[in-house]
């Protein structure tokens, strides 16, 4: 029964899983087995990894039973039951606690962990090239429409278990441009023909989306851009105050029904109204920041303007972290390899998960992939909690606190009843070297497969997994120095030369 | 220790008390802790007990102990047949392993803070520069080291990066001390070149990969040449003395001279300092008494008595080769020469795994962790263990990053490769007794063994899983770092 290779169909008949009868498991099996097959247009002797139920047909169930589950929202179940239809998740409870409905899809996962998807709050893949050097705030410029759909580095996102991801221009300037919350989907099993397979929309049907901004040293530079950091708050200040006089005219041309008065409507203009969603909430700041002195200068911002933001990376947030639990703000963190790099990381450390959260603050984390492969996403957590975070926030920080970064917590970041069905399947504990992503799910749809060798060519690497994708680390793109030479602008070649790639500007900052 | 002064153990000493106060400040940190200190002197002798002894010297002892004295391992075995002389301070841990061995760093040389000032791994100046020692480049006082020691690592094979066909050189050093010359274990381990785009110029030379494989032969032949041609005025001259002398036995001696001939070694005493106390044994460069010269000797030419170290064989070429088609390039380079070649890098080697086994050619291999673009899209968490399947000797690096992270650290990236097919044992050779092999350092470093270097790495679990701790590291038997990381 190659069909039966992975995640193993056990049962589709009416009945419990715990209360199958032997024949009638036979025949279920076949029935599944060729549901299955044919489902995916599987004609003679298919493949083990296309046999795999990928998706139950439109209202059907598929329950997981027989694995440990971590649902994030709830203690962790050491044996329990994820149901999943349409898309969404049914129920999530302990075995023979919960109630399997009749003609579902059981798939056992025993000694196996289901967990929520992650969601990364900052990724760069996707090859992505938003602001230009221009000017140093380009509020108009959206993501969107740099991404690459069937960039390779979206198959590593998914071997590494990420179902949600906030999709972000560089660092190089103070406001770099709209960001894309964006689910990493593959309609029909195939890389996205269209930027649009990837958009989670708001209840009016639009993409969803936040602003990506930046201080410090990366987005320094020859004028037009700021000199120092005082010039660079300048800046921001004069462009909100600009965007607060713009809402203010349009708040004059606003009708009773909602409409504009085309006589005092001011002309679009497309930065200003980003800024404007800004200043109204509806749009939330994603803030690289690195030093204590920078991340507390967002912080005056922020009460100057009234501006929701995430503060990114936050490498000395260790060093302030009640005065970022008074403003009540969030942090998303990074944990690389080593700090330094450049200055403003000198003094970064894998303890400031755990400072973080001792001090009552709301804590994710995020790849910066490619700073951090996102296949490798789940040991960020790992580090953290090797460093002193606890081992439940440190999973929260990963899916729940990412997802409400994002204004996405109603919808997913972990396994609760009518959120979305987005989870994986790991070989072992989440937070061990030796666990393996085995299985990712998006919306009842899987996504990835690591018994499936083309995906598997994704999760571990090998001819072709590349694609000759250039890499983009956000924050280099002003350039590095090396054998007394400044070199790059985005790219480099990782550790395989010195003298970095500069033919590869990849994000093109 | 000879190469050590007891000034210089109790500055140790005082240093790793002064740690120990932190530790203790930060509570939760201190009680992740499992040492037990009893400093009794400034010359502390020290045991380390652990529950798993990974000597990589023959099987793991259970319930093991290792007894260092004078910063040498002088006893090793279970804790009930091996006696802890009175006084010794002893460390206790879950797991102990020798101290890791990182076979290709450039750590001290590109600094933490990765501007112009503390970036001196790689000359742009010129293509072919063998002759940059990595001992003058070397900072053991950027933070980057000791943050490498505090995950465990000792010994570090650090020098300049790939970049250019020929850098320069590597050494190994131990990551401690306050000096390069007093923590060099062997001033130079190896030349380093590196083949593929990241060594062309742009609208300069090499341009291309034929043409880098043209200059690097030329340059060798031409060293060749002289070193023949070398011997040939020698032995001339030898024959000259000797029907000189025959003729008129009371003839003066030949002329001494201080200053090397191109035939003799490029790491000579008198630019080697002498407190490396290297034992010849695992010295690669010969140290062969200085011929007695001719009457004319050439002027000296480091860089072509660099060069003449690889012809030799008195030290190795390491080849940064990241495509198959460069490996390729790489061994063919090293039968047309006969020199010894080390492949650096090597993405793609797992395509070529059964001829670079049959060239016996060991490999340094990339950081599992590496980013997988330009020459190295191709690169595979597996590679390591394809390596092993195919009988190739390897050892897993931490190399040159420009950016973020600004060094990689061999314990984690060997984690990643025992993730994904090598067994337990075989990655942390990778990081230790094969690392030194390669680096023909064994004799002192790798392993626990009875007359090595006591250098040994302590943690609180599985070393690789990513929640286990470094909780404390002792090389030439001072602790050199408790940080729990």
Same mark, same amino acid.
């Given at each position: 029964?190659?069909?039966?290779?992975?995640?193993?169909?056990?049962?589709?008949?009416?009945?419990?899983?715990?209360?199958?009868?032997?024949?009638?498991?036979?025949?279920?099996?076949?029935?599944?087995?060729?549901?299955?097959?044919?489902?995916?247009?599987?004609?003679?002797?298919?493949?083990?990894?296309?046999?795999?139920?990928?998706?139950?047909?439109?209202?059907?169930?598929?329950?997981?039973?027989?694995?440990?589950?971590?649902?994030?929202?709830?203690?962790?179940?050491?044996?329990?039951?994820?149901?999943?239809?349409?898309?969404?998740?049914?129920?999530?409870?302990?075995?023979?606690?919960?109630?399997?409905?009749?003609?579902?899809?059981?798939?056992?996962?025993?000694?196996?962990?289901?967990?929520?998807?992650?969601?990364?709050?900052?990724?760069?893949?996707?090859?992505?090239?938003?602001?230009?050097?221009?000017?140093?705030?380009?509020?108009?410029?959206?993501?969107?429409?740099?991404?690459?759909?069937?960039?390779?580095?979206?198959?590593?996102?998914?071997?590494?278990?990420?179902?949600?991801?906030?999709?972000?221009?560089?660092?190089?300037?103070?406001?770099?441009?709209?960001?894309?919350?964006?689910?990493?989907?593959?309609?029909?099993?195939?890389?996205?023909?269209?930027?649009?397979?990837?958009?989670?929309?708001?209840?009016?049907?639009?993409?969803?989306?936040?602003?990506?901004?930046?201080?410090?040293?990366?987005?320094?530079?020859?004028?037009?851009?700021?000199?120092?950091?005082?010039?660079?708050?300048?800046?921001?200040?004069?462009?909100?105050?600009?965007?607060?006089?713009?809402?203010?005219?349009?708040?004059?041309?606003?009708?009773?029904?909602?409409?504009?008065?085309?006589?005092?409507?001011?002309?679009?203009?497309?930065?200003?109204?980003?800024?404007?969603?800004?200043?109204?909430?509806?749009?939330?700041?994603?803030?690289?920041?690195?030093?204590?002195?920078?991340?507390?200068?967002?912080?005056?911002?922020?009460?100057?303007?009234?501006?929701?933001?995430?503060?990114?990376?936050?490498?000395?947030?260790?060093?302030?972290?009640?005065?970022?639990?008074?403003?009540?703000?969030?942090?998303?963190?990074?944990?690389?390899?080593?700090?330094?790099?450049?200055?403003?990381?000198?003094?970064?450390?894998?303890?400031?998960?755990?400072?973080?959260?001792?001090?009552?603050?709301?804590?994710?984390?995020?790849?910066?992939?490619?700073?951090?492969?996102?296949?490798?996403?789940?040991?960020?957590?790992?580090?953290?909690?090797?460093?002193?975070?606890?081992?439940?926030?440190?999973?929260?920080?990963?899916?729940?606190?990412?997802?409400?970064?994002?204004?996405?917590?109603?919808?997913?970041?972990?396994?609760?009843?009518?959120?979305?069905?987005?989870?994986?399947?790991?070989?072992?504990?989440?937070?061990?070297?030796?666990?393996?992503?085995?299985?990712?799910?998006?919306?009842?749809?899987?996504?990835?497969?690591?018994?499936?060798?083309?995906?598997?060519?994704?999760?571990?690497?090998?001819?072709?997994?590349?694609?000759?994708?250039?890499?983009?680390?956000?924050?280099?793109?002003?350039?590095?120095?090396?054998?007394?030479?400044?070199?790059?602008?985005?790219?480099?070649?990782?550790?395989?030369?010195?003298?970095?790639?500069?033919?590869?500007?990849?994000?093109?900052? | 220790?000879?190469?050590?002064?007891?000034?210089?153990?109790?500055?140790?000493?005082?240093?790793?008390?002064?740690?120990?106060?932190?530790?203790?400040?930060?509570?939760?940190?201190?009680?992740?802790?499992?040492?037990?200190?009893?400093?009794?002197?400034?010359?502390?002798?020290?045991?380390?007990?652990?529950?798993?002894?990974?000597?990589?010297?023959?099987?793991?002892?259970?319930?093991?102990?290792?007894?260092?004295?004078?910063?040498?391992?002088?006893?090793?075995?279970?804790?009930?047949?091996?006696?802890?002389?009175?006084?010794?301070?002893?460390?206790?841990?879950?797991?102990?392993?020798?101290?890791?061995?990182?076979?290709?760093?450039?750590?001290?040389?590109?600094?933490?803070?990765?501007?112009?000032?503390?970036?001196?791994?790689?000359?742009?100046?010129?293509?072919?520069?063998?002759?940059?020692?990595?001992?003058?480049?070397?900072?053991?006082?950027?933070?980057?080291?000791?943050?490498?020691?505090?995950?465990?690592?000792?010994?570090?094979?650090?020098?300049?990066?790939?970049?250019?066909?020929?850098?320069?050189?590597?050494?190994?050093?131990?990551?401690?001390?306050?000096?390069?010359?007093?923590?060099?274990?062997?001033?130079?381990?190896?030349?380093?070149?590196?083949?593929?785009?990241?060594?062309?110029?742009?609208?300069?030379?090499?341009?291309?990969?034929?043409?880098?494989?043209?200059?690097?032969?030329?340059?060798?032949?031409?060293?060749? #040449? /002289?070193? *023949?041609?070398? +011997?040939? %005025?020698? &032995?001339?001259?030898?024959? @000259? $003395?000797?029907?000189?002398?025959?003729?008129?036995?009371?003839?003066?001696?030949?002329?001494?001279?201080?200053?090397?001939?191109?035939?003799?070694?490029?790491?000579?005493?008198?630019?080697?300092?002498?407190?490396?106390?290297?034992?010849?044994?695992?010295?690669?460069?010969?140290?062969?008494?200085?011929?007695?010269?001719?009457?004319?000797?050439?002027?000296?030419?480091?860089?072509?008595?660099?060069?003449?170290?690889?012809?030799?064989?008195?030290?190795?070429?390491?080849?940064?080769?990241?495509?198959?088609?460069?490996?390729?390039?790489?061994?063919?380079?090293?039968?047309?020469?006969?020199?010894?070649?080390?492949?650096?890098?090597?993405?793609?080697?797992?395509?070529?795994?059964?001829?670079?086994?049959?060239?016996?050619?060991?490999?340094?291999?990339?950081?599992?962790?590496?980013?997988?673009? #330009? /020459?190295? *899209?191709?690169? +595979?968490? %597996?590679? &390591?263990?394809?390596?092993? @399947? $195919?009988?190739?000797?390897?050892?897993?690096?931490?190399?040159?990053?420009?950016?973020?992270?600004?060094?990689?650290?061999?314990?984690?990236?060997?984690?990643?490769?025992?993730?994904?097919?090598?067994?337990?044992?075989?990655?942390?050779?990778?990081?230790?007794?094969?690392?030194?092999?390669?680096?023909?350092?064994?004799?002192?470093?790798?392993?626990?063994?009875?007359?090595?270097?006591?250098?040994?790495?302590?943690?609180?679990?599985?070393?690789?899983?990513?929640?286990?701790?470094?909780?404390?590291?002792?090389?030439?038997?001072?602790?050199?770092?408790?940080?729990?990381?």
């Amino acid at each position: 029964m190659r069909c039966e290779k992975g995640a193993k169909i056990v049962y589709c008949g009416g009945m419990r899983s715990n209360d199958v009868l032997r024949v009638v498991v036979m025949v279920a099996v076949v029935a599944a087995v060729t549901l299955v097959c044919f489902g995916q247009g599987v004609t003679a002797t298919p493949k083990a990894d296309e046999a795999k139920p990928t998706r139950p047909n439109a209202g059907q169930t598929m329950v997981f039973v027989g694995g440990r589950v971590i649902p994030i929202a709830g203690p962790e179940l050491a044996d329990g039951v994820l149901i999943v239809r349409d898309g969404k998740i049914v129920a999530v409870g302990k075995t023979g606690e919960i109630a399997v409905p009749d003609g579902a899809v059981v798939v056992d996962v025993a000694g196996k962990t289901i967990m929520a998807g992650l969601v990364d709050t900052h990724s760069h893949v996707g090859g992505v090239a938003s602001a230009d050097r221009s000017s140093p705030m380009q509020p108009e410029c959206r993501i969107m429409d740099s991404i690459n759909p069937k960039d390779s580095g979206f198959r590593r996102v998914l071997a590494g278990g990420i179902t949600t991801m906030n999709i972000m221009p560089g660092s190089g300037h103070l406001l770099s441009g709209q960001t894309l919350y964006a689910k990493p989907r593959r309609p029909g099993g195939k890389a996205p023909e269209r930027v649009d397979d990837l958009f989670i929309v708001d209840k009016q049907g639009e993409p969803m989306w936040g602003v990506k901004m930046a201080n410090g040293t990366n987005s320094l530079g020859d004028p037009p851009f700021s000199g120092t950091r005082a010039k660079s708050a300048a800046i921001v200040r004069e462009r909100f105050i600009k965007a607060r006089e713009y809402k203010a005219k349009l708040d004059d041309a606003k009708l009773p029904d909602g409409t504009m008065d085309p006589a005092k409507a001011p002309t679009r203009d497309l930065a200003l109204e980003t800024l404007v969603e800004i200043l109204e909430g509806k749009r939330i700041v994603h803030h690289h920041t690195h030093r204590a002195d920078d991340i507390l200068t967002v912080l005056r911002l922020r009460e100057e303007f009234g501006f929701r933001v995430v503060l990114h990376h936050t490498s000395e947030a260790w060093k302030i972290p009640d005065a970022i639990a008074k403003a009540g703000v969030s942090c998303s963190i990074i944990l690389v390899d080593s700090p330094g790099g450049k200055l403003e990381a000198a003094e970064l450390n894998w303890k400031t998960g755990g400072i973080l959260e001792r001090a009552g603050v709301r804590v994710s984390m995020h790849t910066d992939d490619w700073i951090t492969d996102s296949r490798l996403f789940l040991r960020s957590a790992a580090l953290a909690v090797r460093a002193g975070m606890t081992r439940e926030g440190a999973l929260k920080a990963l899916t729940l606190v990412a997802a409400e970064q994002l204004d996405l917590a109603d919808r997913v970041g972990s396994l609760e009843a009518g959120k979305d069905a987005d989870f994986i399947i790991l070989s072992g504990d989440p937070l061990s070297v030796y666990t393996h992503v085995l299985e990712t799910w998006i919306e009842g749809v899987r996504v990835f497969d690591r018994s499936n060798a083309d995906d598997r060519l994704f999760a571990v690497g090998g001819p072709g997994a590349g694609k000759d994708q250039a890499i983009y680390l956000c924050c280099a793109q002003d350039g590095f120095w090396f054998g007394g030479k400044q070199w790059g602008s985005g790219g480099t070649s990782g550790g395989g030369s010195a003298q970095g790639s500069n033919s590869s500007s990849g994000g093109g900052q | 220790m000879k190469m050590r002064s007891n000034n210089v153990c109790s500055r140790w000493v005082a240093r790793v008390s002064r740690v120990a106060q932190v530790a203790r400040v930060v509570g939760t940190a201190a009680a992740l802790m499992s040492l037990s200190i009893s400093i009794t002197s400034t010359n502390a002798q020290v045991a380390v007990k652990a529950k798993t002894l990974h000597t990589m010297d023959g099987a793991a002892i259970a319930d093991g102990v290792v007894i260092v004295t004078d910063g040498k391992i002088v006893a090793i075995g279970p804790w009930a047949t091996t006696k802890i002389p009175e006084g010794y301070r002893v460390l206790e841990a879950v797991v102990a392993t020798p101290g890791l061995v990182d076979a290709r760093a450039t750590v001290g040389l590109s600094g933490l803070y990765n501007q112009r000032q503390d970036q001196d791994q790689l000359d742009r100046s010129g293509p072919i520069q063998p002759e940059l020692r990595a001992i003058d480049a070397y900072n053991p006082m950027d933070a980057l080291v000791a943050y490498l020691r505090s995950f465990g690592v000792t010994a570090v094979n650090a020098g300049q990066a790939p970049g250019e066909l020929v850098s320069g050189q590597t050494a190994l050093i131990k990551t401690v001390g306050d000096s390069v010359d007093a923590s060099v274990v062997i001033p130079m381990t190896a030349v380093v070149a590196t083949l593929g785009p990241n060594s062309t110029r742009a609208g300069g030379s090499p341009g291309t990969r034929a043409k880098q494989m043209a200059m690097l032969r030329q340059e060798l032949l031409n060293v060749r #040449g /002289e070193m *023949e041609k070398r +011997s040939r %005025e020698e &032995a001339e001259a030898a024959k @000259k $003395a000797k029907d000189a002398s025959e003729a008129a036995p009371a003839e003066a001696k030949p002329a001494d001279s201080q200053v090397a001939p191109a035939s003799s070694t490029p790491t000579d005493a008198a630019t080697v300092p002498p407190i490396a106390s290297t034992p010849a044994a695992s010295v690669p460069v010969a140290t062969k008494a200085i011929e007695p010269a001719t009457a004319t000797p050439p002027d000296r030419d480091l860089r072509k008595e660099a060069l003449g170290a690889v012809l030799r064989k008195q030290v190795p070429l390491i080849v940064t080769a990241n495509r198959a088609q460069d490996i390729s390039s790489a061994l063919r380079l090293a039968k047309e020469f006969d020199i010894t070649l080390i492949l650096d890098g090597g993405a793609e080697s797992y395509m070529l795994a059964d001829q670079i086994k049959a060239a016996g050619v060991d490999v340094i291999l990339h950081p599992s962790m590496q980013r997988a673009s #330009g /020459e190295s *899209e191709n690169l +595979s968490f %597996e590679t &390591a263990s394809l390596l092993r @399947k $195919a009988g190739v000797r390897f050892a897993i690096q931490s190399g040159f990053e420009a950016y973020v992270p600004k060094t990689r650290v061999v314990l984690l990236e060997a984690a990643i490769a025992a993730a994904n097919g090598l067994s337990f044992d075989e990655a942390l050779a990778s990081i230790t007794i094969d690392a030194a092999r390669i680096l023909k350092a064994d004799a002192r470093i790798g392993s626990l063994a009875i007359g090595k270097d006591g250098d040994i790495a302590l943690y609180d679990g599985d070393p690789f899983e990513y929640t286990t701790h470094c909780v404390g590291v002792v090389v030439d038997g001072v602790v050199v770092s408790e940080v729990v990381r």
